[in-house]
């Protein structure tokens, strides 16, 4: 038996529908999604979101599998862009950021995620997460250039998390940071015209007790982003950077480990593995 309820995401391009529903319960074999589609097999064991595609004539062209879903939005191109909201317990086995994201990797607790894909219901041109360790909701806009985001922050554990590029803080205390976010993201070239950079960068003391050099080569990319993630994944540690070719960041309340500096800014993508010692 299946039982499905329709959500409000509704989008019209030309003559046909798209909309995403929320299907509560759908035992083998009946799945409701088409064949050669983005996702064809339900994500989750219960609860599962998925878009369907209907021509002006009722009939239904094809259905897939979302990994969320609570906001649909035609693109400028006439594609969908796609976004909710994602527990981290729920994606620890997927990698959801493989085309040309913001952020790589799940800040922790609950973020917004993003994706943007074509019509035919296959190809995904974008995605990406946004948030910090508290929980994160809001909903992303497109426009001709890049997305807007729109959303709020609760329970993060410090008042300053990387959101603001002017150095404003979240209003709260050590029971949980919050506030309000209003944010412009560039979309990133999604047609591989311009090669991604790859200038020579070095990180030193490697390993280190307090502080972490970044030296490159050349000035790195406007509004270059500095994570830092522990070998569960997890995100301890991010900042802003303007261009510059020298950055230090300051690692000193880092546990002693391992951990990976993650580089992500406009056709720039780079990682790197360093030690912290007490």
């Avoid at 064809?40 to 009722?58: A, E, Q, R, V």
């Avoid at 329970?155 to 412009?184: E, H």
């Avoid at 950077?241 to 480990?257: A, D, F, P, R, W």
Wanted: aromatic residues 14%; hydrophobic residues 30%.
């Amino acid at each position: 038996m299946n039982y499905t309820s329709s959500l409000s995401p509704i989008v019209a391009i030309d003559e046909n529908i798209y909309f995403i529903t929320s299907n509560k319960y759908e035992p083998k074999p009946h799945y409701i999604s088409t064949a050669n589609i983005y996702q064809t097999t339900p994500i989750y064991f219960d609860d599962n979101i998925t878009l369907s595609k209907f021509s002006g004539d009722g009939d239904r062209l094809w259905t897939t599998y979302l990994y969320t879903g609570n906001n649909l939005k035609k693109t400028a191109n006439n594609n969908l862009l796609i976004s909710g909201f994602i527990d981290i317990d729920k994606i620890l086995n997927y990698n959801l950021t493989d085309k040309y994201p913001y952020q790589n990797n799940h800040g922790g607790n609950i973020d917004t995620y993003c994706m943007i894909i074509e019509k035919d219901g296959k190809t995904v041109n974008f995605n990406t997460y946004y948030g910090y360790d508290g929980i994160d909701y809001g909903n992303f806009f497109p426009t001709k250039l890049g997305l807007y985001f729109i959303g709020s922050t609760m329970s993060n554990k410090n008042a300053n998390t990387g959101f603001s590029t002017t150095g404003q803080k979240l209003i709260g205390n050590n029971g949980g940071f919050k506030g309000f976010i209003s944010a412009y993201f560039k979309q990133k070239n999604l047609t591989n015209a311009h090669k991604n950079i790859d200038p020579y960068i070095e990180i030193f003391p490697n390993p280190t007790t307090d502080f972490l050099n970044i030296n490159s080569e050349i000035s790195l990319p406007l509004h270059t982003k500095i994570s830092v993630y522990d070998l569960n994944g997890k995100i301890v540690l991010k900042q802003g950077i303007k261009e510059n070719k020298k950055i230090t960041i300051n690692v000193c309340n880092l546990q002693s480990g391992v951990y990976i500096l993650e580089l992500q800014g406009e056709n720039l993508s780079k990682s790197y593995k360093f030690i912290k010692n007490n």
